[in-house]
């Protein structure tokens, strides 16, 4: 019997164990069983929290996506460990460091019930998203049944491909992302943004995220979301991503900066489960 946590961070839902406090192993159909909407928990990702695997982080941060596989990052699930582990007496701490696959992270819960993160770099050379072009550019371009997309690509630790739209309500996702997402282009997959500029400071967003299919909000596609903004159209240094479920605030101040992301994270229920 485990415990865990339903969250989610505007609407993107999490099931979040501590593997602190108990030894928990995941397989990967395990986890595929557990995302289920009908026979499981349901959510678009799993959210593993354990020990520190170095000194000067607090916990050590895994993410699985609904299709079971371990990816290197997710921006909404950081939020919501932030919250989790305050809310389990897990650390007392406002500022929360936490390590992953890729990198470090530092999270800071704000005194407007926010979390903040520090996403680290974002990643523009191809192969550190990764994708197979030779050279870095602001914008590539791939085609899909005769019909050429121009896109630009980042690593938030994890793969995003972006698409600038005219209009995200017309955007054909599943079409384009669920062809795109799994094209040889992306070795290791990737996200699909579909994004819409709307101001100079604010953009709507719809993501198709790997392993998952659309979601309600996606963290990290809205980091890239906003880099691509800030590289093909001079957008300011801190803009809003609006997405189905809400916003973020997303600050980058340019190219070799970290990049910040703002905004909520919910916990829903708790509750227990036999792997
Ligand atoms: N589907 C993503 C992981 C979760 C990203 C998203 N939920 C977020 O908030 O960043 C991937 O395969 O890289």
């Not at 019997?1 to 395990?30: R, W």
């Not at 069983?33 to 026979?39: E, G, I, Q, S, V």
């Not at 809205?222 to 800030?230: E, G, I, P, Q």
Request: with cysteine; proline share 4%.
């Amino acid at each position: 019997m485990i415990s865990f946590a339903k969250m989610h961070g505007l609407g993107n839902d999490f099931m979040v164990v501590d593997g602190v406090s108990q030894q928990v192993y995941f397989t990967e159909g395990q986890v595929r069983k557990l995302a289920d909407r009908h026979r499981g928990v349901g959510f678009d990702q799993l959210l593993l929290i354990e020990p520190p695997q170095q000194p000067d982080v607090d916990f050590h941060y895994r993410i699985f996506n609904a299709d079971g596989k371990e990816v290197e990052q997710c921006g909404n699930g950081a939020r919501c460990l932030a919250r989790f582990v305050r809310t389990m007496g897990l650390t007392w701490k406002h500022k929360i460091r936490v390590s992953t696959m890729r990198g470090l992270m530092n999270l800071q819960i704000m005194r407007n019930g926010l979390v903040s993160v520090d996403m680290g770099v974002p990643q523009l050379a191809p192969d550190t998203i990764p994708m197979r072009y030779a050279q870095q550019d602001i914008r590539y371009s791939v085609n899909l049944d005769g019909v050429s997309y121009e896109f630009g690509a980042v690593s938030m630790g994890n793969p995003h491909c972006v698409i600038t739209v005219d209009d995200v309500e017309k955007a054909e996702v599943d079409r384009i992302g669920g062809a795109l997402t799994q094209h040889n282009l992306f070795p290791e997959g990737a996200n699909i943004g579909f994004m819409q500029k709307i101001a100079h400071d604010e953009v709507r967003l719809r993501v198709f995220e790997r392993g998952v299919g659309e979601t309600q909000a996606c963290g990290t596609g809205a980091c890239a979301a906003a880099v691509v903004a800030r590289l093909q159209h001079n957008m300011n240094q801190k803009i809003r991503v609006y997405l189905p479920g809400g916003h973020l605030h997303i600050d980058w101040p340019g190219d070799g900066e970290s990049l910040k992301m703002m905004g909520p994270a919910e916990l829903v229920y708790q509750g227990y489960i036999d792997l």
